[in-house]
């Protein structure tokens, strides 16, 4: 199968699995991070078809979308395998992904460019305009408030705090949101989070200006 058809075949397939999902990775962060991950890969020079399947496949592990992460793992799989991708470009995008869906990225960094590629693009779409909208979006899907002002803001929150709930759309900026302009992997994708990053502490000050918490803003 030519590789434009097998790109095709793919983003038509995630499009269809999820249209309508409603935990923040719906059809359209998919689109987005696969836009982002190509400008990404033409500028770093990293292999476009891996980085592109990559991309559309990449949440399709997470417990979030699926029952399991080994059953998104072995559909993908199969997925590529009933699409005649060779054996190492197989291996080399079920890599990514799995990586990727590490919380945290399993604390190592991805070790090509084609994964780094996509795990900046990622990560960009939980920055910056778009990914302000996403907190807030999923705050409230989880019944979080957007801020409350008793929480210590630059504090890492204990983990049983966050278990129980006891954060806030506000808190996450500081938790993540912030940090991972400084985890960028590649220059392209740095300089593509400083924008982004300058607009959520822009968005910070405003929402501690406009509460009266000067103080906490920075
Ligand atoms: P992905 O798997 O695409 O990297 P996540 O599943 O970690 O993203 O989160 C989906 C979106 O929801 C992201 O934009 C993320 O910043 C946001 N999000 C995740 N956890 C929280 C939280 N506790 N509060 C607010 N937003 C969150
Ligand atoms: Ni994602």
């Known amino acids: ?13 995630v499009r269809q699995t999820l249209l309508g999902e409603e935990s923040g990775h719906d059809w359209y962060h ?14 770093e020079g990293a ?16 417990d979030k979308v699926v029952d399991s992460e080994d059953e998104g793992l ?13 054996q190492e470009d197989q291996e080399h995008i079920l890599m990514i992904i799995l990586h990727m869906s590490f919380k945290g990225g399993n604390g190592k960094s991805l070790e090509t460019i084609e994964g ?3 795990q900046d693009a990622d990560r960009l779409d939980a920055i910056g305009a778009v990914g302000i909208a996403r907190c807030f ?6 019944g979080q408030p957007i801020y409350e002002p008793d929480l210590a803001v630059r504090q890492e ?3 049983s705090e966050y278990r129980h709930g006891r954060s806030s759309a506000i808190h996450h900026f500081y938790e993540k949101l912030l940090k991972l302009k400084e985890l960028m992997n590649t220059r392209s994708g740095y300089r ?5 990053h300058q607009l959520m502490e822009l968005y910070l000050d405003a929402f501690f200006e406009e509460i009266g918490e000067l103080e906490r803003g920075r």
């Open 1 to 13: 199968m030519e590789q434009e058809q097998v790109i095709d075949a793919t983003e038509n397939f």
């Open 30 to 43: 998919i689109e987005r991070v696969t836009t982002t991950a190509k400008k990404l890969a033409a500028e």
């Open 157 to 159: 929150m204990s983990v």
């Open 74 to 86: 072995r559909n993908i799989q199969n997925w590529l395998l009933d699409h005649q991708v060779n």
């Open 137 to 142: 979006t999923y705050a409230g899907k989880k």
């Open 192 to 196: 593509m989070a400083e924008k982004r």
């Open 47 to 62: 292999n476009l078809f891996i980085v592109t399947l990559a991309a559309l496949l990449h949440d399709l592990a997470d």
């Open 116 to 118: 780094q590629v996509v």
